[in-house]
């Protein structure tokens, strides 16, 4: 198992961006080569790039289920495309970030072998960026998916943590935008229905019942339901915690990425191998 920390500059930022990475290259049986299957894992708020390798078995995941994991620092972003310049977090997610892991890592540039999830802001951006950027990403996870922007009622006040209006804006004009997962869903099916082909993505959403964003996911799900879209929903006693997230990313894992014997290659026989055959 290959756990990388590097940093990419990005022309969309305008700024050095940390990152971590985990690559499956060494099993018992050999060693794994390319290209991996993919998933882009984004932290909650007041996080960072080292979140999801501290506080989840990660390297256990993607050693066992043979797959790469890639994530970056989002600062407070929402993973969107923020009002302040410089700062389009979506397209850097969405477009960029993957490219430039591409071209660095062994990483499958197939649709369907990309994924992407997060937990909480992360877990929105998941949504956000999953949906909006459909012809890359061919599956999303969304854990305790802080979704209550746009799923709180119009005119009703909405807990920000963060001073998050800097990034939304206006939040009744940003709930008509595609900074909304439901406008983007809107639009996905306006085009199906006109005939166009689309890639949707295939969605896991895990809430625990004791985390005050329930209700919000509960609404949302409701939602894609009623569009049609490919849904698995989970919710269980849980708090907006590790735990929790532990728990239900190795559920999305095992749904979405079915432990595969993908071939490794032998490696050279080791010294003590040689030392013991004589």
């Known amino acids: 198992m290959a756990v990388?920390?590097?940093?990419?500059?990005?022309?969309?930022?305008?700024?050095?961006?940390?990152?971590?990475?985990?690559?499956?290259?060494?099993?018992?049986?050999?060693?794994?080569?390319?290209?991996?299957?993919?998933?882009?894992?984004l932290h909650g708020l007041r996080g960072n790039c080292n979140d999801w390798l501290t506080s989840v078995r990660l390297k256990e995941i993607c050693g066992s289920q043979r797959f790469a994991a890639i994530m970056?620092?989002?600062?407070?972003?929402?993973?969107?495309?923020?009002?302040?310049?410089?700062?389009?977090y979506g397209r850097f997610v969405g477009e960029e970030l993957v490219n430039l892991t591409r071209a660095m890592f062994p990483l499958s540039r197939k649709r369907e072998d990309t994924f992407i999830g997060g937990l909480s802001m992360?877990?929105?951006?998941?949504?956000?960026?999953?949906?909006?950027?459909?012809?890359?990403?061919?599956?999303?996870?969304a854990l305790?998916?802080?979704?209550?922007?746009?799923?709180?009622?119009?005119?009703?006040?909405?807990?920000?943590?963060?001073?998050?209006?800097?990034?939304?804006?206006?939040?009744?004009?940003?709930?008509?935008?595609?900074?909304?997962?439901?406008?983007?869903?809107?639009?996905?099916v306006e085009r199906?229905?006109?005939?166009?082909?689309?890639n949707l993505p295939k969605i896991y959403m895990a809430c625990g019942t004791d985390d005050t964003l329930i209700v919000y996911n509960r609404k949302l799900r409701d939602f894609f339901i009623e569009e049609g879209l490919d849904l698995t929903y989970e919710e269980d006693a849980g708090f907006h915690d590790w735990d929790f997230?532990?728990?239900?990313?190795?559920?999305?894992?095992?749904?979405?990425?079915?432990?595969?014997k993908t071939p490794v290659k032998r490696v050279e026989e080791t010294v003590l191998e040689r030392r013991q055959r004589g």
């Open 245 to 260: 997230w532990d728990k239900y990313f190795r559920k999305a894992v095992d749904t979405f990425l079915p432990i595969e």
């Open 144 to 188: 305790s998916g802080a979704v209550h922007f746009f799923e709180t009622p119009a005119g009703q006040p909405i807990d920000n943590l963060q001073h998050e209006e800097l990034v939304m804006g206006d939040i009744e004009e940003a709930r008509l935008t595609e900074k909304n997962p439901r406008v983007i869903v809107k639009n996905l």
């Open 4 to 41: 990388i920390s590097f940093e990419v500059y990005s022309n969309v930022l305008k700024r050095v961006v940390s990152c971590r990475a985990v690559l499956p290259t060494d099993q018992e049986d050999g060693i794994l080569e390319g290209p991996y299957k993919t998933i882009y894992l």
């Open 192 to 198: 199906i229905r006109s005939g166009e082909k689309v």
């Open 122 to 141: 992360g877990g929105f951006g998941a949504l956000r960026n999953g949906l909006k950027y459909n012809d890359t990403f061919g599956y999303i996870v």
């Open 72 to 88: 970056p620092s989002g600062d407070n972003s929402f993973y969107v495309d923020s009002l302040i310049p410089n700062n389009d």
